[in-house]
């Protein structure tokens, strides 16, 4: 129950915030060919992708705590949870990244990521949860369930698929539009961008790794306590030796 109560309120929290920030906040753009982009220009930001993430990833979990299986690892897993356990392992990784990098950069100088006149239009409750409680939410949710982290293969191209969609995009806007969508860019010439761009997929790499390694140390080290009717095993879905 408590696990169905979580997962509801932050697909609540994260709504709302979506909801206000379409419905009354409008956004003071570098150039006016970025307010025809979708959702109300928001979809140029890696921080939204990152919310609808985080709220699609938690609805799931809701789902699958409802019709799925949150047993440890069960012989004929839901599709349900199929989807939910390799999900997560694209939600962790995003959320972890969005709050370092942001939070980085916001210490060096709030200017290049979240400059005054727009920081000014968010209360800051509504800035955490766009750059603080993603990663504060995944890692409750990391340490209170089971999930089975898929094949790196399907697990690295889920990741890499995300990203590099989000960049296509993000040059794809200063093609048409001539301005980047954050300040930051304007400092780089073009080697330092691709190394930026380069960086910051390794380091989305390295904590995807990171969470793998995290969710098996928690799964392994930790007694489940219901089985949902599903006989456990141990990860990979072989059964306990007794």
Not at 103 to 114: G, H, T, V
Not at 125 to 147: A, D, G, M
Not at 186 to 193: A, G, I
Request: net charge positive.
């Amino acid at each position: 129950m408590l696990r169905v109560l979580f997962h509801l309120t932050v697909v609540t929290i994260n709504s709302f915030v979506l909801w206000y920030d379409q419905t009354y906040i409008v956004l003071p753009l570098p150039v006016k060919e970025m307010e025809t982009l979708p959702l109300k220009s928001r979809s140029m930001f890696l921080t939204i992708w990152c919310l609808i993430l985080q709220t699609v990833y938690h609805f799931i979990a809701l789902l699958n705590d409802i019709f799925g299986s949150s047993a440890k690892s069960p012989k004929k897993p839901p599709i349900i949870r199929q989807i939910k356990d390799t999900l997560f392992s694209l939600a962790f990784a995003t959320a972890i990244y969005v709050s370092i990098a942001f939070w980085s950069i916001y210490a060096i100088d709030k200017e290049l990521i979240f400059p005054e006149h727009i920081e000014k239009l968010y209360h800051p409750s509504f800035n955490h949860v766009l750059h603080t409680t993603v990663s504060v939410f995944i890692i409750i949710e990391l340490l209170t369930s089971y999930r089975n982290y898929p094949s790196r293969k399907i697990g690295f191209s889920v990741m890499l698929t995300f990203f590099i969609s989000y960049i296509v995009w993000f040059f794809t806007i200063y093609a048409k539009t001539g301005a980047w969508v954050y300040p930051v860019f304007e400092l780089f010439n073009w080697p330092l961008r691709v190394v930026f761009i380069v960086l910051s997929v390794s380091t989305a790499a390295l904590l995807y790794m990171f969470g793998e390694k995290l969710n098996n140390f928690v799964c392994s080290h930790k007694k489940e306590s219901h089985s949902n009717g599903i006989q456990n095993g141990i990860s990979k879905g072989k059964k306990k030796r007794t």
